[in-house]
C-alpha cells in the first residue's frame, strides 16, 4: 500500500505562501484520486482539493479557489500543494490522503479515505 508524507508546512502571515508536499512511497501515484484535506481546531477534516491522477483534473472548494494550486510531478511521485494569499482562516492541520475512488469536496470522516499521511501544521496569523 502507497504510504504519504507531507512536508512544508509552517507559520505565516496573511497574504503569505507556502508549498506543502506530499511524498509517495511503497507504491505509484498512479491511478490514485490524491485529496489534500485539513482540519482545523474543533472542526471536521475538511476536503478542500481534488486530483486526478491520470489526467491532472483537479477541483477545488470554494474556500480555497483561485489561491491554492495542486501540481504533481511523477518523476518524484510527489503532490504539491501552493497556496497563495493565505488568510487566518486558513490555519489547520494539512493532509495528503489517497483513495481509488472519488470522494466529495467538503466535510468527512477520515474512515472515508483509505491512506492519510501524518499531517502537517499551517498557521496563518493576522
Known amino acids: 500500500q502507497v504510504q504519504l508524507v507531507e512536508s512544508g508546512g509552517g507559520s505565516v502571515q496573511a497574504g503569505g505562501s507556502l508549498r506543502l508536499s506530499c511524498a509517495a512511497s511503497?507504491?505509484?501515484?498512479?491511478?490514485?484520486?490524491m485529496y489534500w484535506v485539513r482540519q482545523a481546531p474543533g472542526k471536521e477534516r475538511e476536503v478542500i482539493t481534488r486530483f486526478y491522477t491520470p489526467d491532472g483534473s483537479t477541483d477545488y472548494g470554494e474556500s480555497v479557489k483561485g489561491r491554492f494550486t495542486v501540481s504533481q510531478d511523477n518523476s518524484k511521485n510527489t503532490l504539491y500543494l501552493q497556496m497563495n494569499t493565505l488568510k487566518p482562516e486558513d490555519t489547520a492541520m494539512y493532509y495528503c490522503?489517497?483513495?481509488?475512488?472519488?470522494?466529495?469536496?467538503?466535510?468527512?470522516?477520515?474512515?472515508?479515505?483509505?491512506?492519510w499521511g501524518q499531517g502537517t501544521q499551517v498557521t496563518v496569523s493576522s
Open positions: 490522503a489517497a483513495d481509488r475512488l472519488p470522494i466529495w469536496l467538503g466535510y468527512i470522516q477520515p474512515a472515508d479515505l483509505g491512506v
Open positions: 511503497g507504491g505509484t501515484l498512479s491511478f490514485y484520486w
